[in-house]
Nanobody, 120 residues
Framework: QVQLVESGGGSVQPGGSLRLSCAASGFTFSSSAMSWYRQAPGKEREFVAMITSGGRANYADSAKGRFTISRDNAKNTVYFEMNSLKPEDTAVYYC??????????????WGQGTQVTVSS
């Protein structure tokens, strides 16, 4: 079955950096676009970044210039490098994939999330 397992979250001071990882299994990773979303306390989950199967990246305005999404198809892993972190980046970060399952249709899958806390 499809599994997405995030890691790399933690607590960091403003201006610091973190690198999140999402290990994927159960589907053809190299052919799939992968995304990161986040959900801050009391707020709706929001899109942060996406990388296509070909490696093209798109970012939310809040992420541009500070965050970088990348992928390693040999390891079935998508990464999210976050620099110059701000307190408003505090959230649970989720890995996401939208797949077409033969005989079933389109399905979305989320990881369990990893907490990122930015505080002095």
């Amino acid at each position: 079955q499809v599994q997405l397992v995030e890691s790399g979250g933690g607590s960091v001071q403003p201006g610091g950096s973190l690198r999140l990882s999402c290990a994927a299994s159960g589907f053809t990773f190299s052919s799939s676009a992968m995304s990161w979303y986040r959900q801050a306390p009391g707020k709706e989950r929001e899109f942060v970044a996406m990388i296509t199967s070909g490696g093209r990246a798109n970012y939310a305005d809040s992420a541009k210039g500070r965050f970088t999404i990348s992928r390693d198809n040999a390891k079935n892993t998508v990464y999210f490098e976050m620099n110059s972190l701000k307190p408003e980046d505090t959230a649970v970060y989720y890995c996401y994939v939208h797949l077409y399952i033969s005989g079933v249709g389109f399905r979305t899958y989320w990881g369990q999330g990893t907490q990122v806390t930015v505080s002095s």
